[in-house]
T-cell receptor
Framework: KAGVTQTPRYLIKTRGQQVTLSCSPISGHRSVSWYQQTPGQGLQFLFEYFSETQRNKGNFPGRFSGRQFSNSRSEMNVSTLELGDSALYLC?????????????FGPGTRLTVT | SQQGEEDPQALSIQEGENATMNCSYKTSINNLQWYRQNSGRGLVHLILIRSNEREKHSGRLRVTLDTSKKSSSLLITASRAADTASYFCATSSGTYKYIFGTGTRLKVLA
């Protein structure tokens, strides 16, 4: 099976702009989670989607949003970008066999805000 | 705040030696997982241990879990240069949300 894919891999944006990142999960996986990774804060959970429904979200401002489509592909959007949003954004999918499931991560999108 | 805190933050060993890293967490969990990340790339799942398990093995990996102490350890035996990476623990309390620790940077010298 193909792994989790994320597009684009690298992105440079200016403060105040908005950005949309895309994630395609492994075929058959219905759960998609998003994480932000920075040197200072480590890996921070953004949100998790299952069957187009957001089941949980982390402590991020409303500028961060996401959605999931009927084919399980997911997008996350960050509006009004700030310098502090520069990070590696990771998407992970899982087969969702209840609470105990491993996550399969994509390579990430490296976002730089200038 | 981080649920998991790994210790040590960085570890440097010679090839062939064993590497042990520890993870402590704060609240009760449903399961705990360990992941490896190579230099700014995606994470790779290594092993999952449920809250009712005490020890699991996978190849050269051994994971222990002590729920009374809210801690876990990952042992990599006979380390190789290819094991050089950052290692993270992640905990789930059954809310479809994983909390990752701060990570241990392991460097294996050839």
């Amino acid at each position: 099976k193909a792994g989790v894919t994320q597009t684009p891999r690298y992105l440079i944006k200016t403060r105040g702009q908005q950005v949309t990142l895309s994630c395609s999960p492994i075929s058959g996986h219905r759960s998609v989670s998003w994480y932000q990774q920075t040197p200072g804060q480590g890996l921070q959970f953004l949100f998790e989607y299952f069957s187009e429904t957001q089941r949980n979200k982390g402590n991020f401002p409303g500028r961060f949003s996401g959605r999931q489509f009927s084919n399980s592909r997911s997008e996350m959007n960050v509006s009004t970008l700030e310098l502090g949003d520069s990070a590696l954004y990771l998407c992970a999918s899982s087969p969702d066999r209840g609470y105990s499931y491993e996550q399969y991560f994509g390579p990430g999108t490296r976002l730089t805000v200038t | 705040s981080q649920q998991g805190e790994e210790d040590p933050q960085a570890l440097s060993i010679q090839e062939g030696e064993n590497a042990t890293m520890n993870c402590s967490y704060k609240t009760s969990i449903n399961n705990l997982q360990w992941y490896r990340q190579n230099s700014g790339r995606g994470l790779v799942h290594l092993i999952l241990i449920r809250s009712n398990e005490r020890e699991k093995h996978s190849g050269r990996l051994r994971v222990t879990l002590d729920t009374s102490k809210k801690s876990s350890s990952l042992l990599i035996t006979a380390s190789r240069a290819a094991d050089t990476a950052s290692y993270f623990c992640a905990t789930s309390s059954g809310t479809y949300k994983y909390i990752f620790g701060t990570g241990t940077r392991l460097k294996v010298l050839a």
